[in-house]
């Protein structure tokens, strides 16, 4: 299965920036990744796409961030950037790392992987 490592969340007065990032990995495999996204949950909500990018470069955002996030990918890293600025209370929650494609190897076959998530808090 396809690993998703996430990094970057921590805690900034509204107003603030943070970086996220996503590593992908497999060992004894290789794969390949159809798409990228990045997804967050606040207590007490569901779950929510913030942002997604595609292996051919189409992004689309969530409404609530245009404008304040940007998506990035590193493909030579297997690594997912999201670049948060203008933070608001309202961006409080956990963040997500997805990614869906195709692994080779041993075992193939579709993916979906899920990283563990990483806490942003925005303060007033």
């Known amino acids: 299965q396809v690993q998703l490592v996430e990094s970057g969340g921590g805690l900034v007065q509204a107003g603030g920036s943070l970086r996220l990032s996503c590593t992908a990995s497999v060992s004894r495999s290789s794969f390949s990744i159809n798409a990228r996204g990045w997804y967050r949950q606040a207590p007490g909500k569901q779950r929510e796409l913030v942002a997604t990018i595609t292996s051919g470069g189409s992004i689309s955002y969530a409404d609530s961030v245009k404008g304040r996030f940007t998506i990035s990918r590193d493909n030579a890293k297997n690594t997912v950037y999201l670049q948060m600025n203008s933070l608001k209370p309202a961006d409080t929650a956990v963040y997500y790392c997805?990614?869906?494609?195709?692994?080779?190897?041993?075992?193939?076959?579709?993916?979906?992987?899920w990283g563990q998530g990483t806490q942003v808090t925005i303060s007033s």
């Open positions: 997805n990614a869906a494609g195709y692994l080779y190897g041993i075992s193939p076959g579709p993916f979906d992987s």
